[in-house]
């Protein structure tokens, strides 16, 4: 891609003011244009070198981070959005110590422990899901790793929602042997998420009950399995710019087909209550730049997305967003599915299930 190109939609990004096209230095416009010339003629990824070009761009250069994020979504995606709903299927009790989480055992969050959801409420939310349109129903379960009453109950109702609702069937279930991943790709489980959060280098500022390498070890076993690995991160947690960039390469490494980006939406009785929102506009340049680093990945809004952007979550859908949670989260509130269905509808975007490119 040409420098006037880019020099093009930075201008058009800005507006036609003089002072603000004058505000697009060449700084900004050579690492765009190399960027843009790697994804949209080349089809390659980027380096870690021109992603980390991209990363020091100044803050006048976000519109045109955004443009370009958004053009090669349309360019490797198309412009579909899959929707996805999730229910917590066990929620709270969880032995592990996850900062960031309220459903710790371990910390005096207001989160209580609750008993597995039994079929018939597991069916009811999913026919809920497919009511909105959407296409992808995730089980998520606050545990280790499930132990066989867990895993039975799942493997029981992966195929029974998936023909009665017409739904992809996910979950998420922790930690998992090879035998447990296996037993669940059988069953039809078409998407396993387990999120690797941060980067390698402050996994334990985060965690100590387990490690990075066995999240590392379960995706692993979820595409040697034969299913779609769903593999997220959590951004504000106090991780430096360097270790984001860190973890675009790791997650790389795993090859996800999906990517959900949540925020830190921080939870009383946490150890991470006090930390502030990640700010809207670095919010943004990150899903931008998650998206020009990882072109073919489903790239899901999530968690905390509510109350980091405000106002501002139709510009991720074109910053490098293709998919997104609806309704509420695990144990925080989400907005109305109808309010996203609106703005997808603004924006011209259809609704429908996506794959990652291959």
């Given at each position: 891609?040409?420098?006037?190109?880019?020099?093009?939609?930075?201008?058009?990004?800005?507006?036609?003011?003089?002072?603000?096209?004058?505000?697009?230095?060449?700084?900004?416009?050579?690492?765009?244009?190399?960027a843009g010339t790697a994804l949209l003629e080349q089809r390659r990824q980027l380096t870690a070198g021109e992603l980390a070009a991209l990363a020091a761009l100044p803050p006048d250069s976000l519109p045109a981070l955004a443009a370009l994020a958004h053009e090669v979504r349309l360019a490797w995606c198309g412009p579909t959005v899959e929707v996805e709903g999730i229910v917590s299927a066990k929620t709270g009790?969880?032995?592990?110590d996850c900062?960031?989480?309220?459903?710790?055992?371990?910390?005096?969050?207001?989160?209580?422990?609750?008993?597995?959801?039994?079929?018939?409420?597991?069916?009811?939310?999913?026919?809920?899901?497919?009511?909105?349109?959407?296409?992808?129903?995730?089980?998520?379960?606050?545990?280790?790793?499930?132990?066989?009453?867990?895993?039975?109950?799942?493997?029981e109702a992966v195929?029974?929602?998936r023909d009665r609702t017409g739904l992809n069937v996910a979950a998420s279930l922790g930690i998992l042997t090879a035998g447990q991943a296996r037993r669940l790709a059988d069953a039809?489980?078409?998407?396993?998420?387990?999120?690797?959060?941060?980067a390698r280098s402050y996994f334990a500022q985060v965690v100590t009950t387990h490690s990075w390498e066995e999240r590392v070890e379960t995706c692993r076993l979820v595409r040697d399995a034969g299913m779609e690995l769903c593999c997220?991160?959590?951004?504000?947690?106090?991780?430096?710019?360097?270790?984001?960039?860190?973890?675009?390469?790791?997650?790389?490494?795993?090859?996800?087909?999906?990517?959900?980006?949540?925020?830190?939406s921080p939870r009383p009785g946490t150890p991470m209550a006090g930390r502030p929102l990640v700010e809207p506009l670095e919010a943004i340049r990150w899903i931008a730049l998650f998206r020009l680093a990882l072109p073919e990945v489903i790239l899901r809004y999530a968690g905390g997305r509510e109350v980091t952007l405000r106002e501002l979550q139709a510009m991720g859908l074109t910053?490098?967003?293709?998919?997104?949670?609806?309704?509420?989260?695990?144990?925080?509130?989400?907005?109305?599915?109808?309010?996203?269905?609106?703005?997808?509808a603004d924006l011209g975007m259809p609704v429908g299930a996506l794959s990652k490119v291959l």
């Open positions: 891609m040409s420098e006037e190109r880019v020099g093009e939609r930075a201008s058009e990004a800005h507006g036609d003011s003089p002072a603000a096209v004058a505000t697009v230095s060449r700084v900004t416009i050579v690492p765009l244009a190399a009790g969880c032995p592990e900062g960031f989480c309220s459903q710790s055992a371990r910390f005096a969050s207001p989160v209580r422990a609750a008993p597995l959801l039994d079929l018939d409420q597991l069916l009811g939310a999913a026919e809920e899901t497919a009511r909105l349109g959407a296409s992808e129903f995730c089980i998520v379960v606050a545990l280790r790793g499930p132990d066989e009453r867990t895993l039975a109950r799942v493997i195929p029974l929602i039809g489980l078409h998407r396993y998420n387990h999120n690797l959060e941060t997220g991160v959590l951004l504000g947690m106090g991780e430096s710019e360097h270790q984001r960039l860190e973890l675009l390469s790791e997650l790389r490494d795993v090859d996800p087909a999906e990517v959900p980006v949540n925020f830190l910053s490098g967003i293709n998919a997104l949670i609806v309704g509420n989260y695990l144990t925080t509130l989400g907005r109305a599915p109808q309010d996203d269905l609106d703005m997808l």
